[in-house]
């Protein structure tokens, strides 16, 4: 239990450090960096994920709204294997390579493609066109 009390404790303290900049950190040429921790914990099956999202975007400079970018979610922690982070690299548990194409058509429209490549079969995942309507 103190474990889930710490790790809980923990991820609340970077979701408020994070609160203030919720957009990528521009690196410059075009280059973006994202990262994202999810604390989610379940409590009729008391089991607590948390998961790391980090993710690198490129915007090409000259067609605004065309946005591609590269990212997985990389399991840190979960009460059934504790820290899972040190079975990443392992054969089975390895996480998957998420690339994805956006372009905005207006304010509230944007169009996609996304796939991923899985690093433990070594195989493309499914191929996914689709579009997001916000209102």
């Known amino acids: 239990m103190k474990k889930v009390l710490f790790v809980g404790i923990a991820a609340t303290g970077l979701a408020a450090c994070a609160a203030d900049e919720a957009a990528a950190m521009d690196i410059g040429w075009g280059l973006s960096l994202d990262n994202e921790v999810t604390t989610e914990y379940n409590i009729d099956a008391e089991h607590l994920d948390v998961t790391w999202s980090p993710e690198v975007g490129y915007e090409l400079p000259f067609l605004t709204g065309l946005t591609s970018s590269v990212g997985m979610d990389i399991p840190v922690y979960n009460t059934t294997d504790e820290f899972a982070i040190k079975d990443v690299f392992e054969e ?34 499914d191929i996914v066109v689709g579009a997001t309507f916000k209102f």
Do not use: F, H, M, Q
Request: aromatic share 8%; no cysteine; charged share 25%.
């Open 92 to 125: 089975g548990t390895r996480p998957d390579l998420n690339l994805k194409t956006t372009y905005a058509i207006g304010d509230n429209l944007e169009t996609y493609v996304e796939t991923g490549w899985d690093l433990n079969e070594s195989e493309l995942n």
